[in-house]
């Protein structure tokens, strides 16, 4: 086996350039494939964790009925120690009571359907985080005319453009109106003109907070009410009036234009439940055991007139859409692996053809033709070997980089991004399965290609060889 | 005792639709220890025999036997084992390995049989310096001149000690004073270590070394001088 690992070594280097060529271009497809990989994945699990992680969950629990008929008469007992038997489950980080439901919003003359989200305010910062969304500064019409008489004209200019904006904090607004330093008092007097007073609900607060997007529809500010009319708990009637506590900027634009947060307690009151609600959301430390979680989960909740979903579940169009990207990404890969396994084959084939009379020596004088086999295979091993190491060796600060350092979008596509929804940041994916996959696909691949070669080998005539025919 | 005895050999192709009986019905035996040339105009089936005996090619009819064993009736893989085990080949165009030195050459074959470390490193030692070799052992057969090629070669063929080397046309390929040394050294390794020679040859001074001279033509024996040096 020595002898044999030393030959196919030392005839990889018989033909140093075309060994280096071979090897290169199996270093670039590996290189590209972890690289390009890392950055799809990377954005789906960013994409995964903006929409998801943030406010759907990746787990919830719900009644049976409830997905295919989201109504509010499809609810379940809900107890504290159901809450703690989720969270002390291995794997789940934060797991928080929801009741959504549906209603008409008005405000005098103006009227909107609206999806109603009953939370619990402490234990939802730790899942969408409502308070960290709230509006605290808003560029209005109003604002602007006020401001008008003030400061100079290319900031007002710049403050029409951002017209009908709203900012969750100071820095966003002065960050958006391209502020420096030498004009932190103009900003302040913008500050003080734009300033929304939202405030967040408290455990048993009777006020609601309301998307930015629907309170400009129904014209609403911090400090107005609205009124709520609905179908409440079997088909009892449900109304109220709830004063405004506060604004949240939602990344979502259909979340946006919709969602009004109430407290658990006053959502119950409101709707006639009494201790229920439509679903448990849940996070989770590790993405990668998901199922796991939601088999531990399902097993738990096994005689309980609950259901586990996943987000697979709870939100199709994302999968299909992380689905349907993955492919294009993935054809990519498949015509370079492509391109690079003619590239190996062509280098097999010339290696075969201009041994030919070596190998009908090597047979005449007694080696085996398996023996002779191995050789073959080997070399190609170890040019495969050198090239995916290689490659995996190169893509390995590339992958550190982008993880922690991602890739931020600026300017119009980054505004564009932001209004569609989307996060304009894309980082790379930490190494996993990906990573290794890319080498394997590759050592497969020069196993096909040993194929012809083997063949050739074991069908060879020594005579015919010598003689190179 | 005879090393090889071949009886009633045939070796007959089709080309262009014409048989052509490149071997006919050739009856040989070689003892042990011969030093025999084959020598016939080009095309009258030296190569064909030669191969035939050295169990590279199936005749189309006849026996060969090498030590009483009929090697025409082994398959292929039982014949690589034959050959690696009972022949020693010397080729016209030297066909070294390439990427091993002069010493891994050698030993290539030993240790393909099978010899202990030991046993190989002492007998390609004493081989390659009876070829002259013997400060050339870490040399490359690219690094080596077509007579020191030619001199592994032999080295390599008798250094596993086989019943009979066969060598097509050795000295084809060298200029007449390296051919006279190579053959110098084949027929002091031939008395010294008793080991049959069967060479091809169209040379003239290859002929005169020969013990034994087998005349082919048209494929068949038409003489067979046997002790013409004694």
Redesign the interface.
């Known amino acids: 086996m020595k002898?044999i690992i030393?030959?196919a070594w030392?005839?990889l280097w018989?033909n140093r350039r075309r060994t280096i060529i071979t090897a290169s271009s199996i270093f670039f497809a590996i290189f590209f494939a972890i690289v390009m990989r890392s950055f799809q994945i990377g954005t789906y699990k960013h994409m995964v964790k903006i929409s998801i992680e943030s406010y759907l969950g990746y787990l919830q629990i719900q009644n049976p009925d409830y997905f295919d008929d989201p109504s509010i008469d499809n609810v379940f007992e809900f107890t504290l120690e159901m809450l703690e038997e989720i969270t002390k489950t291995v794997n789940v980080k934060v797991a928080v009571p929801r009741i959504e439901s549906f209603a008409l919003a008005s405000t005098g003359m103006l009227s909107k359907g609206v999806m109603l989200t009953g939370i619990s305010p402490e234990k939802e910062k730790e899942m969408s985080n409502p308070e960290q969304k709230l509006v605290h500064y808003a560029v209005t019409d109003k604002a602007i005319e006020h401001l008008q008489q003030k400061i100079k004209p290319d900031v007002i200019e710049l403050l029409k453009i951002h017209n009908n904006t709203s900012f969750s904090s100071a820095e966003k607004l002065a960050t958006a109106l391209d502020f420096q330093t030498e004009d932190s008092l103009i900003l302040q007097t913008v500050l003080a003109q734009t300033h929304v007073a939202s405030g967040y609900l408290s455990e048993n607060d009777e006020g609601v907070l309301i998307s930015d997007r629907l309170s400009k529809y129904l014209k609403v500010s911090v400090g107005d009410s609205i009124i709520l009319i609905g179908q409440g708990y079997q088909g009892s009637s449900a109304a109220g009036i709830y004063p405004v506590r506060g604004i949240v900027k939602l990344p979502s634009p259909e979340l946006d234009n919709k969602l009004v947060y109430m407290t658990l307690g006053n959502i119950n009151t409101f709707l006639g439940l009494s201790e229920q609600v439509t679903s448990i959301a849940i996070n989770i430390e590790n993405t990668d055991e998901m199922y796991k979680t939601e088999t531990v989960l399902k097993q738990t909740f096994e005689n309980t007139k609950t259901c586990v979903k996943n987000w697979e579940e709870l939100s199709p169009a994302l999968k299909q859409q992380i689905e349907s990207d993955s492919v294009s990404g993935i054809l990519f890969l498949v015509i370079l692996y492509v391109i690079i396994f003619f590239g190996i084959f062509g280098t097999l084939l010339m290696m075969i053809s201009e041994r030919m009379?070596?190998f009908g020596?090597?047979?005449?004088?007694?080696?085996?033709?398996f023996?002779l086999v191995l050789i073959v295979v080997m070399e190609m091993l170890f040019l495969s070997l050198i090239g995916i190491f290689a490659g995996m060796a190169a893509s390995v600060p590339v992958i550190l980089y982008g993880y922690y350092f991602p890739v931020k979008l600026t300017g119009e596509i980054k505004d564009m991004m932001i209004e569609l929804g989307m996060d304009p940041v894309f980082p790379f994916a930490w190494f996993g399965d990906y990573f290794y996959i890319q080498g394997v696909i590759v050592f497969i691949m020069i196993l096909v290609a040993c194929i012809y070669p083997v063949r050739t080998i074991l069908k060879l005539n020594?005579?015919e060889a010598?003689r190179g025919k | 005792m005879n090393v090889i005895e071949v009886e009633n050999l045939v070796k007959a192709y089709t080309d262009l639709a014409l048989e052509v009986v490149a071997v006919d019905h050739v009856n040989l035996t070689v003892k042990k220890g011969e030093f025999t040339a084959i020598v016939g105009p080009s095309g009258s089936g030296k190569t064909t025999l030669l191969?035939m005996i050295?169990g590279?090619?199936k005749p189309t009819s006849g026996t060969i036997r090498v030590n009483n064993k009929d090697i025409t009736q082994l398959n292929s893989?039982e014949l690589?084992?034959f050959?690696?085990?009972n022949?020693g080949?010397i080729?016209q165009s030297y066909?070294l390995?390439?990427?091993?030195t002069a010493k891994?050459n050698v030993s290539?074959?030993m240790?393909?049989?099978g010899e202990n470390r030991k046993t190989v490193d002492e007998r390609v030692s004493e081989i390659l310096t009876a070829v002259g070799l013997g400060d050339r052992m870490n040399s490359r057969p690219n690094q080596l001149s077509g007579g020191q090629q030619q001199r592994v070669a032999v080295a390599?063929a008798m250094a596993s000690r086989p019943q009979f080397i066969i060598a097509d046309e050795p000295t084809a390929n060298l200029d007449s004073k390296t051919t006279e040394k190579l053959l110098d050294l084949m027929e002091e390794l031939n008395e010294k270590e008793n080991i049959t020679f069967l060479f091809s040859t169209h040379d003239q001074r290859v002929v005169n070394k020969a013990r034994r001279i087998v005349v082919l033509e048209d494929g068949k024996v038409v003489e067979d001088n046997e002790n013409i040096k004694q």
């Open positions: 002898d030393k030959i030392r005839n018989r009379r070596e020596i090597m047979v005449a004088i007694g080696m085996k033709k023996k020594a005579i010598i | 191969n050295g590279l090619d893989k690589i084992n050959r690696l085990h022949i080949f080729f066909n390995i390439p990427v091993l891994e290539f074959i240790e393909m049989q390599r």
